[in-house]
Every structure is written in structure tokens, then in C-alpha cells.
């Protein structure tokens, strides 16, 4: 169940049904059902036996760089299958990345293609729609990270790269992105040990 303020979602995912195709069905969940509120909307879906990433990682005992490393090829693929869509999904997150449940070792998705799914396009942009869109519209520039690397100038596409980065941060250190700039690069302010 996704609870949210508008049924945009509901717009978002009939979308990426339709720029998508074939590739929607295996990479992205379609809600079954979805009931508009005064005060918001609802979503529902069946048949969902998924874990998030999130769920993966505290349970199972692997390799954090493995599963970084492997899990982050399948959501470069996936991040590029929207945006080629023009779709920007703006709040990317381990929570929301589902594996499916057989997966608990996550080493097994180097021979899937399409290892998780994605859910909660309560953020996402259609570009088709906004194109004088701006950083400033998506959660994660509302972040102290997001604040520091997004300028008004930037492409509201950086923001879901923005969001990969702080899921691969998250996956090996189990903490939210830190980072700071030092004269024209940005550095992790924690030392990191290996």
C-alpha cells in the first residue's frame, strides 16, 4: 500500500506503461487498484512477495561491496530505461528498491537482468510534461547533500544520480551521504576506512 497526497503516481506508472512497453512489467510495479481521498489517495498492489534492499541488507549477512556493486549495474540500467523515458523518478532509496524474495543472496543477480523493482513514483517528474522543471522540485535537493551538489542550473536527471550515489553509500556504510567541497571536487567528509 502507497498512501499519497495526489494520484499522481497512478499518472506516473500509466506513463511508463505506455513509453515503456515490455520493459515496464519487468522492472516497475503497477498498482491494482487506486482510491482517491479529500485528502489524499491510496494505492494497492497484489501479489507483491518482494523485500526491499533495505530489508536484504539487515537480515542477511553479505558482502556490502558485492551486493553495492552488483545491485548498482542493475539500477544504472534501470535509472537510464526511465530517463530515456523522460520520466525522473526524484527519490531514489534503498526502501524502495525490491528484490524479489527468493533473492536473499543478492550475488544471484549477476545472471538476472532484472533483479528488483522499482516502487513510489509519488516524486517523479514526467519532463514531457515539465520541461522548465528544476532541481528544487525533488526531496533529495531538499537533503544537506542535495543542497550542496544541486544547483538551480542542474539537470533534474542529476538528481536520481544523486540518489544512486546515496543508496550505494548507504548499502556499504548503512548511513545517509555526507559530503563536502574541496576546490572543484566533492569528497565523503568521514573518513573511510578502506
Known amino acids: 500500500v502507497d498512501v499519497t497526497p495526489l494520484p499522481w503516481q497512478l499518472y506516473i506508472t500509466q506513463q511508463l506503461k505506455k513509453r515503456l512497453g515490455e520493459a515496464f512489467r519487468t522492472n ?25 534492499v533495505l530489508d536484504v541488507l539487515q537480515v542477511t549477512e553479505i558482502s556490502a561491496e558485492k551486493a553495492a556493486v552488483l545491485l548498482v549495474y542493475h539500477l544504472l540500467d534501470l535509472v537510464e530505461k526511465l530517463h530515456s ?21 543478492i550475488c544471484s543477480c549477476i545472471e538476472l537482468n532484472n533483479c ?33 551538489v544541486l544547483s538551480p542550473q542542474a539537470s533534474p536527471y542529476q538528481v536520481d544520480l544523486l540518489g544512486i550515489a546515496n543508496v ?6 548503512k548511513k545517509s551521504l555526507h559530503i563536502q567541497q ?11 576506512p578502506r
Do not use: N
Open 182 to 192: 574541496h576546490d572543484s571536487s566533492w569528497k565523503i567528509t568521514e573518513e573511510v
Open 168 to 173: 550505494v553509500h548507504w548499502m556499504i556504510f
Open 28 to 52: 516497475c510495479f503497477e498498482p491494482s487498484d487506486c482510491y482517491v481521498f479529500q485528502d489524499g489517495s491510496v494505492a494497492l498492489y497484489r501479489d507483491v512477495c518482494f523485500l526491499s
Open 85 to 105: 523515458a523522460e520520466i525522473v523518478h526524484g527519490d531514489l532509496r534503498p526502501e524502495i528498491l525490491l528484490l524479489d524474495i527468493g533473492l536473499f543472496c
Open 116 to 148: 528488483f523493482k522499482l516502487t513510489d513514483f509519488s516524486h517523479s517528474m514526467d519532463m514531457q510534461l515539465c520541461q522548465t522543471l528544476t532541481t528544487k522540485a525533488f526531496p533529495t535537493a531538499h537533503t544537506k547533500f542535495g543542497q550542496q
